[in-house]
């Protein structure tokens, strides 16, 4: 059984240009969050998914969007990329309400 | 808000015990999660509180007081693996289980 799986894994990209980062959860999961984790931080919150919409977002400007698919697949969009962007991106699954919250390795992400 | 606050990094000797405190500062409060992170990898689920009290999962306990805003993670038995980050996070009210906020995490260093 396949955990979260996230691609890429590492991708480099210059100031002002645009990003996708593309997740899929666990197997049987259904609700799918986003999280950014700068160098010797702690995850911060972006966004979480539920049947395909945004249910929650945290304290990311408009510049972060994000989509989720009917196979609960989902991506995470960022444009006019700045250097501060530069971060591990972690997708994480659950299955509706209960359980345990499961991570992926991440997508490091690296603006130069 | 939220504020969780951890220290940054301890060592321990292989065979001993470890605690690694945290505390925080919140307006609400569904519950409080502790995840395990190894360089380069996905923060993996090691407890979860709710009450007040001790959980105990094998060689890792974990303890909570509400009215404290305090919790600890203990590690009994370390071995060289459990050299990771170790991650708290609080679960806010209105964000049910999939929004966490993370405090920065405590490094820790087993060595022989």
């Known amino acids: 059984d396949a955990g979260v799986t996230q691609s890429p894994t590492h991708l480099i990209k210059t100031r002002g240009q645009q990003v996708t980062l593309r997740c899929s959860p666990k197997s049987g999961h259904d609700t799918v969050s986003w999280y950014q984790q700068a160098l010797g931080q702690g995850p911060q919150f972006i966004f979480q998914y539920y049947e395909e919409e945004e249910r929650q977002r945290g304290n990311f400007p408009d510049r972060f969007s994000g989509h989720q698919f009917p196979n609960y697949s989902s991506e995470l969009n960022v444009n006019a990329l700045l250097l501060g962007d530069s971060a591990l991106y972690l997708c994480?699954?659950?299955?509706?309400?209960?359980?345990?919250?499961?991570f992926g390795e991440g997508s490091r992400l690296t603006v130069l | 808000g939220q504020n969780i606050d951890q220290p940054t990094e301890m060592t321990a000797t292989e065979g001993a015990i470890v605690q690694i405190n945290c505390t925080y500062q919140t307006s609400g409060f569904n519950g409080l999660f502790w995840y395990q992170q190894h360089a380069g990898e996905a923060p993996t689920f090691l407890s979860y509180n709710v009450l007040d009290g001790l959980e105990e999962k094998g060689r890792f306990s974990s303890f909570l007081s509400r009215s404290k805003g305090y919790s600890y993670l203990l590690l009994k038995e370390l071995q060289m693996k459990d050299s990771a980050s170790y991650l708290c996070?609080?679960?806010?009210?209105?964000?049910?289980?999939?929004?966490?906020?993370f405090g920065a995490g405590t490094r820790l260093a087993v060595h022989p």
């Open positions: 994480a699954s659950r299955k509706g309400r209960s359980g345990e919250l499961f």
């Open positions: 996070a609080v679960s806010p009210p209105s964000g049910g289980y999939n929004k966490l906020i």
